[in-house]
């Protein structure tokens, strides 16, 4: 059965995720999001690119093609955080409220994913150019 939410249960299947079923994937999924937006981090370094949620967030010229560009690269955890979110509601409650499991999906996905980007962005440009020799 799935079920829109406007209602008050939306927000109590939100505050549910911290207990019972699927407490790990509170663990795994931000993890994979850290190590993917660590990976894309250091590319954008070295590709010479300001951290990602500046570029999305304060440079606006090309922010739709950029937040496109970040859906592609995190969709697949991104989608398997809401099919889990969704299997896990049925299990635990016998319905699936779909609202409920994109917002799950999007902290535990997005929001690691970007700031792991940016974080790691500036990170490697700071070790990079400490260790470059002073001629360069």
């Known amino acids: 059965m799935l079920v829109f939410g ?3 249960g939306f927000w109590e299947d939100l505050l ?3 207990t019972g079923r699927g407490q790990l994937r509170l ?3 931000p993890l994979v999001a850290i190590f993917l937006g660590i990976r894309f981090g250091i590319g ?3 590709s010479s690119k300001e951290p990602f ?3 999305l967030l304060v440079k606006s010229e090309h922010r739709a093609r950029l937040a496109k560009e970040a859906m592609k690269s995190i969709i697949v955890p991104f989608a ?9 509601q049925y299990l635990a409650h016998g319905y699936v409220r779909p609202l409920a499991a994109v917002v799950i ?3 535990l996905i997005f929001a690691p994913f970007a700031i792991a980007r940016s974080l790691t962005n500036r990170i490697y440009r700071r070790v990079t150019h400490a ?4 001629g360069s």
């Open 6 to 8: 406007g209602d008050a």
């Open 16 to 18: 549910d995720v911290t």
């Open 27 to 29: 663990v795994l999924q």
């Open 44 to 46: 954008d370094a070295k």
């Open 53 to 55: 949620l500046l570029r």
């Open 80 to 88: 398997i955080a809401i099919v889990l979110d969704g299997v896990l």
């Open 105 to 107: 999906g999007a902290v």
């Open 131 to 134: 260790r470059a020799p002073a």
